[in-house]
Nanobody, 121 residues
Framework: QVELVESGGGLVQAGGSLRLSCAASGSIFKINTVYWYRQAPGKQRELVASITSGGSTDYADSVKGRFTISRDNAKSTVYLQMDSLKPEDTAVYYC???????????????WGQGTQVTVSS
């Protein structure tokens, strides 16, 4: 019914930048809050940033001042601009969205497949 597709991951040197995208498609009436999570090898998945439908944002302390989350509602896409990247930012990054479906007008949570970000020292 709804698909989230992340893109923009890759290999970058420490201090570099990447911009991740999360594009939603399907039977979408409205996209509420969207979250970016990451999971490093051997570690639990952690919340990195979130953005509400109204544009309010929140960040994990570890990325504040370096990452910026934004959204383009017309394109049903959320972005994560990552600057001043550090080796400890290496992880698979996932987007997660609370979506109101056209058919039921109920809210469901959807996940993307993840995109790998690798920061070399």
């Amino acid at each position: 019914q709804v698909e989230l597709v992340e893109s923009g991951g890759g290999l970058v040197q420490a201090g570099g930048s990447l911009r991740l995208s999360c594009a939603a498609s399907g039977s979408i009436f409205k996209i509420n809050t969207v979250y970016w999570y990451r999971q490093a090898p051997g570690k639990q998945r952690e919340l990195v940033a979130s953005i509400t439908s109204g544009g309010s944002t929140d960040y994990a302390d570890s990325v504040k001042g370096r990452f910026t989350i934004s959204r383009d509602n017309a394109k049903s896409t959320v972005y994560l601009q990552m600057d001043s990247l550090k080796p400890e930012d290496t992880a698979v990054y996932y987007c997660n969205a609370d979506v109101v479906l056209v058919t039921t007008r109920l809210i469901y949570s959807y996940w993307g497949q993840g995109t790998q970000v690798t920061v070399s020292s």
